[in-house]
């Protein structure tokens, strides 16, 4: 059974910084790319960021370039999401997947629950 769990969500500061991790169980973790779409409340779920399954390709939504970096480590089974200069309008429930590269969320078949992020500020 494929599962995917994030962590690392919680309360901060308007400018501060939080890594989200989500740890991939039940699939070969390195035949899939790895993305991280978010909610926020009232809002259409939104494309985040997606990482190849080598690492070696990312893609950014533009209201993130810059200020947030996916990375994975495949002998960990593990994705992250580092997010600097946190911004109230980051708010939302951040989610992973595993699926085919690209910023689509019909790529993806496996979903994590989420992790709420929130941006006080």
């Known amino acids: 059974q494929v599962q995917l769990v994030e962590s690392g969500g919680g309360l901060v500061q308007a400018g501060g910084s939080l890594r989200l991790s989500c740890a991939a169980s039940g699939l070969t973790f390195s035949d899939y790319a790895m993305a991280w779409f978010r909610q926020a409340p009232g809002k259409e779920r939104e494309f985040v960021a997606v990482?190849?399954?080598?690492?070696?390709?990312?893609i950014y939504a533009n209201s993130v370039k810059g200020q947030f970096t996916i990375s994975r480590d495949n002998t960990k089974n593990t994705v992250y999401l580092q997010m600097n200069s946190l911004k109230p309008e980051d708010t939302a429930i951040y989610c992973c997947?595993?699926?085919?590269?690209?910023?689509?969320?019909?790529?993806?078949?496996?979903w994590g629950q989420g992790t709420q992020v929130t941006v006080s500020s």
């Open positions: 997947a595993a699926g085919r590269y690209g910023s689509s969320y019909r790529l993806y078949t496996h």
């Open positions: 990482i190849s399954w080598s690492g070696t390709g990312t």
